[in-house]
T-cell receptor, first 114, second 112 residues
Framework: GENVEQHPSTLSVQEGDSAVIKCTYSDSASNYFPWYKQELGKGPQLIIDIRSNVGEKKDQRIAVTLNKTAKHFSLHITETQPEDSAVYFCAASRSGGGADGLTFGKGTHLIIQP | NAGVTQTPKFQVLKTGQSMTLQCAQDMNHNSMYWYRQDPGMGLRLIYYSASEGTTDKGEVPNGYNVSRLNKREFSLRLESAAPSQTSVYFC???????????FGSGTRLTVV
């Protein structure tokens, strides 16, 4: 089955700086890569996703890049703000869903220092 | 628009007791999922239902059973709770399997 590795597990950045979280996946058939943000005491919330026919996608201060050859994808947050502090999860799946649907990374705790 | 609703939010069980976690979605989604979240382990799939009337095992199904009651509701049952089942449980739904999950707010379960 699919295996998703996520790094780093904890990331601390100064407010206003950029943050980058990286994930690798093992199944070359995976073609959908979402990112979720989880705030304390809440469920994960989808913030951005990308499909394998696209190399980059942006939405205001967040962007995701995908390198299919290397099987890795990254989340970029620019001009970080205190409300960006949360746990971020990457995930991967195949269209039509493999048996497991989405496979998640273990998460990155992003801390924005004032 | 409630999205995905889970009940209860918190529960304490004694070892050996049974309980059912309830999940309902109002988005007319076809697929529903149960995950558990443990520190340092991320989200692990317990069971999923690709469509009404079907259920399948995920990565960690032992000790659990599920029922897809109708298109809206997907319940998770612990027949004989064990301390290893202490976790936060999340239900999710999606229109198509593997895409665009919407998560509930979770049930924090402690087994003593």
């Amino acid at each position: 089955g699919e295996n998703v590795e996520q790094h780093p597990s904890t990331l601390s950045v100064q407010e206003g700086d950029s943050a980058v979280i990286k994930c690798t996946y093992s199944d070359s058939a995976s073609n959908y890569f979402p990112w979720y943000k989880q705030e304390l005491g809440k469920g994960p919330q989808l913030i951005i996703d990308i499909r394998s026919n696209v190399g980059e996608k942006k939405d205001q201060r967040i962007a995701v890049t995908l390198n299919k050859t290397a099987k890795h994808f990254s989340l970029h947050i620019t001009e970080t703000q205190p409300e960006d502090s949360a746990v971020y999860f990457c995930a991967a799946s195949r269209s039509g869903g493999g048996a497991d649907g989405l496979t998640f990374g273990k998460g990155t705790h992003l801390i924005i220092q004032p | 628009n409630a999205g995905v609703t889970q009940t209860p939010k918190f529960q304490v069980l004694k070892t050996g007791q049974s309980m059912t976690l309830q999940c309902a979605q109002d988005m007319n989604h076809n697929s529903m999922y149960w995950y558990r979240q443990d520190p340092g382990m991320g989200l692990r799939l317990i069971y999923y239902s690709a469509s009404e009337g079907t259920t399948d095992k995920g990565e960690v199904p032992n000790g659990y059973n599920v029922s897809r009651l109708n298109k809206r509701e997907f319940s998770l049952r612990l027949e004989s709770a064990a301390p290893s089942q202490t976790s936060v449980y999340f239900c999710a739904s999606s229109e198509h399997r593997g895409y665009g999950y919407t998560f509930g707010s979770g049930t924090r379960l402690t087994v003593v």
